[in-house]
């Protein structure tokens, strides 16, 4: 019998890259509506899939991450009115999550620069809330309760932007600790060029990559790729991406590099020779005393 | 007697940097044998712990439920509560100044394979609790220490065995200790034929990396060939750390080989004990004798390396000589530099010698270089217009109510912990999780 499975859904909601998407110069236009009407479908057969199934999904906005759905606690007050030709689930879902879609994007008003999309916030806490319901604490009653104990949570992330170089160690922070907590990332890149730390994600939680080329069969991509729990991945031919990029961003201009140069003290990468190390501001000269030193060595700190 | 004179010397002045860099570790105390817990290191846990915990010759059963004390209405609690304040205090205290720590290790795992193992005064032997912990103590490095390796040598019959090769993968580690039937105990232990076994597996280490034997030591004789002192003053000046864990009592060559070495020396007294003091190894040795190099002002040496990072190929992809062992092979990895392909990474390319690491092996360790702020703790809801009503990061919506079993220290009573940055209310286990796990505060992301 299968257990019941977790799965945190990141939705990337930068306006600029949706608004791009949409153009019909490209060869496959889709626009944020078709998307989530898609992305709806997917949802509903993720819940209807089975009983016991928990769902989250978080938005990355411009500047902040926000959660539009929860499946173990209701988060707006009005429930849809009953309607005889659709099940209340669903109804539930689709209401709250275009809802609270419609909410932010209204929030976010005329702007003359648009901040970059908070992704890693609304990763961090896809994880914080697995951490949640993977770890039901006595101090809590309302989560011990919880019947169903989720076995292999996942989480997806339906990227458009490209990759933001200045978040690269908090990314791979959260990928530690995805890993730690047994966590699956799907990346699904629905639009714009391939993401290099997205990719590492992917690989290494044992998660799929997969770059949309047929844009208008998003919603086959996320069925036949992304429905299926880890559990069952073993036995179907799941895509996985074909290579994976390890190439980091630098420290000093945020770009990303394949080869650095790397400090021998902290290991900051930089994509050109500094005489000295900014972030640790160790002196890269000889010391004729260097006995007694191992050079690589690490300086803590604690804030 | 003229090495020797250097050695105490050198002992001094590293007690000294050692000072001034932790600035809260106490004075190394000279005067041994006293108490069996002289380890000047050990984390204030560490020695509450050894204080109230009896001898396990002492203790005829354990009470683990007198510990937990109900509060009226039955529940746990507040014991509980209690212990996350232990551990949010802990956490503030951690040293504030700066400490250099050695990032790629080398450790060889010596262990004692000798008849005295099987003593059963640590349940259920000594040699089950030492492989078990052992094991706990590999994937527990691994993860802190991921571009290190570990190698295993065991002491019995008289001689030093190889178990297991020096190596980085936690699961070849894991797999020549799992196998109990040929580690099986007996004879007499050699110190002085281990530990050279150990120094000859690690001599032809580069120098950036650190060079450490941890003994794990249940006899309380050695049978040696020669000199031991000889072989000391060898680590010595090979600048090898060695650490002991004794499982039976103190002896003067085991306390002799941590101090002179600069490692750390512990007796465990029973076997939660044992753990704390082999666990205490985990996490990387501060790099001390810093001052050596001219006064506190002066910066040792450091020099940026030009490493690649390479794309791998999949299982997939069409078959092609790997440069390392012209083998026909799928899967590899290409040098971002020459493009040769190699099998696995970290490894100096074959054709232009560029260093190619793996790009999240590094960043691994770069929480360290920026930590999370420690989370304020609300303790005054006055003058909050719209407080948050669920944790920032989880969702759990925060109880109105003031408990009242929360008053102690670092403890908010409304269980709400606020980031000094972006302002946002945490509940208090995602506090926790963020600091210790994460690493990356979900409201400002970063």
Not at chain 1, 107 to 118: D, H, K, N, Q, T
Not at chain 1, 121 to 138: D, E, F, Q
Not at chain 2, 6 to 20: E, P
Not at chain 2, 409 to 436: I, K, L, Q, T
Request: glycine share 6%; net charge negative; proline share 6%.
């Amino acid at each position: 019998m299968e257990k019941a499975s977790h799965l945190s859904v990141i939705v990337d909601l930068s306006p600029t890259q949706w608004h791009l998407s949409a153009q019909t110069s490209n060869q496959y236009p889709l626009s944020i509506e078709t998307f989530l009407s898609q992305l709806l479908a997917f949802l509903n057969a993720h819940i209807a899939s089975k009983h016991e199934n928990s769902l989250v999904v978080f938005g990355a906005l411009p500047g902040k991450s926000v959660l539009l759905y929860s499946s173990t606690e209701l988060l707006s007050d009005d429930v849809p009115s009953l309607d005889a030709n659709s099940y209340l689930p669903f109804k539930l879902v689709d209401s709250t999550v275009v809802q609270r879609i419609m909410n932010e994007f209204d929030a976010i008003g005329e702007l003359e620069e648009e901040p970059s999309c908070a992704l890693v916030g609304a990763v961090t806490k896809a994880l914080c809330y697995i951490n949640r319901i993977t770890h039901p604490s006595s101090t809590t009653a309302g989560v011990a309760e919880d019947p169903s104990i989720v076995h292999d949570p996942r989480i997806l992330i339906l990227s458009v932007s490209p990759d933001l170089s200045s978040s690269y160690i908090p990314i791979m922070n959260a990928i530690f600790s995805a890993q730690k907590l047994k966590v699956t990332i799907d990346v699904c890149k629905v639009y714009g060029p391939d993401t290099v730390f997205l990719q590492q994600a992917a690989h290494l939680t044992n998660g799929s990559y997969i770059y949309l080329e047929r844009r208008d069969a998003l919603l086959q991509y996320l069925i036949m790729s992304f429905l299926s729990p880890t559990s069952i991945r073993k036995i179907l031919a799941v895509p996985k991406q074909d290579k994976i990029d390890f190439r980091a961003a630098c420290f000093c201009h945020k770009n990303i590099v394949d080869i650095g140069f790397v400090c021998s003290v902290c290991l900051s990468i930089f994509c050109q020779p500094l005489p000295v190390c900014s972030t640790c501001s160790f002196l890269s000269i000889h010391s004729n005393d260097s006995m007694l030193l191992a050079p690589f060595s690490l300086l803590q700190t604690h804030a | 007697m003229a090495p020797r004179n250097r050695d105490d010397n050198f002992m001094d002045v590293d007690s000294d940097s050692d000072i001034s860099l932790l600035g809260d570790v106490e004075h190394r105390g000279k005067g041994k044998g006293k108490s069996k817990t002289t380890d000047k290191r050990k984390k204030d846990k560490g020695k509450a712990k050894a204080k109230e915990q009896a001898y396990t010759w002492e203790a005829s059963y354990t009470r683990s439920w007198d510990t937990v004390q109900e509060d009226e209405a039955g529940s746990l609690q507040g014991a509980v509560e209690d212990l996350m304040a232990r551990g949010r205090r802990r956490r503030l205290l951690a040293p504030a100044a700066a400490i250099r720590r050695t990032i790629i290790r080398h450790l060889v795992l010596l262990l004692d394979l000798s008849a005295a193992m099987m003593d059963r005064d640590m349940r259920p032997t000594r040699f089950d609790l030492m492989l078990q912990y052992a094991r706990e103590f590999v994937v527990e490095w691994f993860d802190q220490n991921p571009l290190g390796q570990i190698g295993v040598v065991g002491m019995r019959a008289g001689i030093g065995e190889r178990i297991g090769e020096m190596s980085g993968n936690p699961q070849d580690v894991l797999k020549c200790l799992s196998e109990r039937t040929r580690l099986e105990p007996t004879g007499e232990p050699s110190l002085q034929n281990a530990i050279e076994m150990a120094r000859s597996s690690m001599s032809h280490l580069p120098t950036h990396s650190s060079r450490e034997i941890l003994i794990i030591f249940g006899s309380l004789t050695t049978c040696d060939p020669g000199n031991i002192h000889d072989t000391l003053d060898a680590c010595v000046k090979n600048k090898i750390r060695i650490s002991v864990v004794a499982l039976a009592a103190e002896m003067k060559i085991s306390r002799d080989l941590c101090d002179k070495t600069g490692g750390q020396f512990g007796v465990a007294m029973n076997e939660g004990h044992f753990k704390d003091i082999l666990f205490e190894l985990v996490p990387p040795p501060a790099q001390r004798a810093v001052a050596r190099a001219g006064g506190p002002g002066a910066n040792p040496a450091a020099d940026l390396m030009m490493m690649g990072f390479p794309t791998r190929l999949p299982d997939s992809s069409p078959p092609s000589l790997c440069a390392c062992h012209s083998d026909m092979k799928s899967e590899g990895f290409l040098c971002p530099r020459c493009m040769a392909k190699v099998c696995d990474v970290p490894t100096d390319c074959d054709i232009c010698g560029l260093m190619i690491v793996s790009s999240p092996h590094l960043a691994r360790s770069y929480h360290h270089l920026f930590p999370v702020k420690p989370y304020e703790a609300v303790t005054s809801m006055e003058g909050e217009s719209m407080p948050q009503a669920a944790c920032h990061a989880c969702a759990r919506i925060f109880s109105t109510s003031v408990s009242t079993a929360a008053t102690s220290e670092g403890m908010s009573p409304w269980g709400r912990y606020r980031c000094p940055d972006c302002h946002n209310d945490f509940c208090a286990e995602c506090d926790v999780f963020v600091h210790d796990v994460i690493h990356c505060c979900p409201g400002c992301g970063k």
